[in-house]
């Protein structure tokens, strides 16, 4: 295969893998009425507890103010709260009300357990060459031309 349709491949292969990604995630949260991102911050807040923006920034790949957009929206809708730290009244953190968390507990069990079942359909060899793959491109794309 000539050089440029093995990127074109490359390139449509990862658009669609978003697209699946994205479907996905929607399906998942849609009795939640979340949007795919807004789950997925959701369950980065429910497994891991309150955080600063910064680390959930980190922790999902997307820029602070993406997040932040993400949360303005979360806070409105009373999914997400903001509170200063007891330990640093100077830092503030994002966190799940507790109404929330009480009504999503269930949910968020349910959508860990499909993605485990998911993956679980692969071998571990798959998996690691998944990773392996991934890896390798994230450092392609993180390499100046």
């Known amino acids: 295969m000539e050089q440029l349709d093995s990127s074109y491949e490359?390139?449509?292969?990862?658009?669609?893998?978003k697209d699946l990604m994205h479907g996905n995630m929607s399906q998942?949260?849609?009795?939640?009425?979340l949007t795919g991102p807004q789950g997925m911050l959701v369950c980065v807040l429910h497994r891991?507890?309150?955080?600063?923006?910064?680390?959930?920034?980190?922790?999902m790949g997307l820029s602070m103010s993406t997040v932040s957009s993400i949360l303005n929206r979360l806070e409105r809708d009373h999914v997400v709260v903001r509170?200063?730290?007891?330990?640093d009244g100077r830092v503030v953190l994002i966190k799940l009300t507790d109404e929330f968390f009480e009504k999503s507990g269930?949910?968020?069990?349910?959508?860990?357990?499909?993605?485990?079942?998911?993956?679980?359909?692969?071998?571990?060899?798959?998996?690691?060459?998944?990773?392996?793959?991934l890896k390798?491109?994230?450092?392609l794309l993180g390499e100046s031309l």
């Open 48 to 59: 891991h507890g309150p955080m600063k923006i910064t680390d959930i920034s980190e922790q």
């Open 136 to 139: 390798i491109f994230e450092r």
């Open 106 to 133: 269930k949910a968020f069990k349910r959508i860990e357990t499909a993605w485990e079942e998911r993956l679980n359909r692969a071998t571990e060899d798959e998996i690691e060459t998944i990773l392996n793959a």
């Open 83 to 87: 509170e200063r730290s007891e330990s």
């Open 28 to 33: 998942m949260f849609e009795n939640e009425n």
């Open 10 to 17: 490359v390139l449509k292969r990862i658009k669609r893998l």
